[in-house]
């Protein structure tokens, strides 16, 4: 790579920023440890799409369909966020992304199933789906030890 690191697009939250939706972070230590041979790139796609931090709880139903928790429909939101996840992809010549597991935005693979009662279901969320595809190739928290996309 001529002595250049790769720039990585990583969630937000797994860097340390207090973004989720919660308030907290998910600050991840071996995350953290890829600038050592990367440039993060930090994006929350739920602020990108306009949603404040703390805001409520939200999952997928029925495929593409983000509802909070209370019943309220978010989709236009997530995929806004998608969208500029993707523009600031594309901006810093972003291939690979390292997202946070499970969220209704950045999962990838395993999401929760739309019920809140915390159950599980195979399936990524708006902005993993939209970045796999156009190309960029997504991994999860637990999946950095193999950065092989």
Same mark, same amino acid.
């Given at each position: 790579?001529?002595?250049k ?13 207090d ?40 999952e997928?139903?029925?495929?593409? #369909?983000?509802?909070?928790? /209370? +019943?309220?429909?978010v =989709?236009?939101? *997530? ?7 993707? !523009?600031?992809a ?26 809140? #009662?915390?159950?599980k279901? /195979? +399936?990524?969320?708006? =902005?993993?789906? *939209? ?7 997504? !991994? ?10």
């Amino acid at each position: 790579m001529n002595g250049k690191k790769e720039n990585i697009l990583v969630s937000a939250c797994l860097l340390g920023v207090d973004c989720r939706y919660d308030g907290k972070n998910g600050r991840n230590e071996g995350v953290l440890a890829l600038m050592r041979d990367y440039n993060l790139i930090p994006v929350c796609p739920e602020q990108l799409g306009g949603l404040m931090t703390p805001r409520e709880p939200a999952e997928i139903k029925a495929g593409d #369909t983000v509802i909070t928790q /209370s +019943g309220k429909d978010v =989709t236009v939101n *997530f995929r806004q966020g998608a969208e500029e996840t993707l !523009k600031i992809a594309r901006l810093y010549g972003c291939k690979r992304a390292v997202l946070k597991e499970r969220s209704p935005s950045c999962g990838h693979g395993i999401i929760y199933d739309g019920s809140f #009662t915390g159950r599980k279901v /195979s +399936g990524s969320g708006i =902005t993993a789906r *939209f970045l796999e595809e156009n190309a960029i190739a997504v !991994k999860g928290e637990s999946e950095i030890d193999s950065l092989r996309f």
